[in-house]
């Protein structure tokens, strides 16, 4: 490989398996050159400090979904322009998208000059773009089995969520009372509620912190923490060492998105799994409880989370360190640590297809 376009946008649940990805790029190909094309939101950030060249698009979410109202939306066209200008100029071997409105218009543009093309598709319901995207593509890798026939089988490989190194790397040397608490690199309310409401009766079990809460309401749980006379210092926006809060901590309390729920199981990690319940087709759910049902994890509806809930299932968990321990296991059970490695020898392959082809 000498050159690859990746292409997603939006949380860090698209954004993170993408550069797991672009770090096995990296590890077997050095010189190989990776062009990350994305929308205009936090995703940039995630990119450029992982020191991969970033180059933004136009892309909006479309409310009520629908592939009619994904072609027909007015930011399609100047999107679909600038990633066939970006592409053209790069002449990338192959483009790989993961999903989200930014990683389309790169993706369908690269099908139109006649570059192999490739998808990954985190969750167990796939978004509307990657389901218009699975009929064009050379090969759709897939987090879950696709037990909806949304992708062409013949070309759907079932490979897990990638997941970054360091994370899997993270290795277990936790605080027996360490508890690490996000709702997602944008945080999540409810979760960030709940804490605080719990905050009293958690420092009374002698329960250890570390809550990352997103921007809106970093400042409302920091003064939380402070009145509660717990530590500030443990609560920040966003966690950037992912690897060294997943190895701290005994018991991780988040959302169940793909990438979340892939990260904690290959970190062996046990887990309180909040869905959020507004996602599409309410995935989440299904997705948390993949290992719900492992008794990897605790699953607790967003309907009946509150803070003596919550807090009341973190101190029955942490005083049953045999259990957690059990749970950490059966969830490293889960886990796919091999994803990245398996779609970059997938991505490999199309791209000797077309040499094979092109030769022919």
């Not at 009341?312 to 321990?325: G, N, P, S, T, V």
Request: with cysteine.
């Amino acid at each position: 490989m000498k050159r690859i376009v990746l292409t997603t946008g939006g949380t860090g649940g698209h954004v993170f398996p993408a550069l797991a990805v672009a770090h096995e790029i990296k590890t077997r190909f050095p010189e190989c050159e990776i062009l990350f094309l994305g929308g205009k939101g936090p995703e940039q950030e995630m990119v450029e400090r992982a020191e991969i060249p970033f180059k933004g698009l136009p892309a909006k979410g479309v409310l009520g979904g629908g592939i009619k109202k994904v072609i027909s939306s007015l930011w399609i066209v100047s999107a679909l322009i600038m990633s066939l200008k970006e592409i053209a100029s790069f002449k990338p071997d192959a483009v790989i998208g993961f999903g989200g409105y930014a990683g389309f218009c790169p993706v369908l543009a690269a099908w139109l000059l006649g570059i192999p093309t490739a998808i990954h598709e985190q969750n167990s319901v796939p978004g509307v773009t990657n389901r218009i995207l699975g009929k064009v593509v050379k090969r759709v890798f897939a987090s879950f089995e696709d037990r909806n026939g949304s992708f062409p089988a013949a070309k759907t490989v079932v490979v897990g969520n990638p997941v970054r190194k360091e994370i899997i790397d993270s290795g277990k040397c936790a605080d027996e009372k360490a508890v690490l608490v996000f709702g997602g690199s944008q945080g999540a309310a409810a979760i960030n509620d709940a804490v605080i409401n719990g905050l009293a009766k958690l420092k009374e079990a002698g329960i250890s912190l570390r809550h990352q809460t997103g921007k809106t309401d970093f400042e409302k749980v920091r003064k939380a923490y402070e009145l509660n006379d717990m530590d500030s210092k443990a609560v920040s926006p966003f966690i950037h060492n992912m690897g060294e809060a997943y190895a701290e901590a005994s018991l991780i309390v988040c959302r169940a998105g793909a990438s979340t729920v892939f990260e904690v199981a290959a970190a062996g990690k046990p887990a309180i799994f909040i869905p959020f319940p507004h996602a599409t087709h309410d995935h989440q759910t299904g997705n948390a409880r993949a290992l719900a049902d492992l008794g990897a994890a605790e699953l607790i509806p967003q309907a009946e989370l509150g803070g003596s809930r919550l807090a009341d299932e973190i101190i029955k968990l942490i005083a049953d360190q045999d259990r957690l321990k059990g749970m950490g296991s059966k969830a490293l059970s889960f886990a796919r640590t091999d994803a990245a490695s398996v779609i970059a020898e997938g991505v490999g392959d199309i791209i000797r297809m077309k040499t094979v082809r092109g030769a022919a």
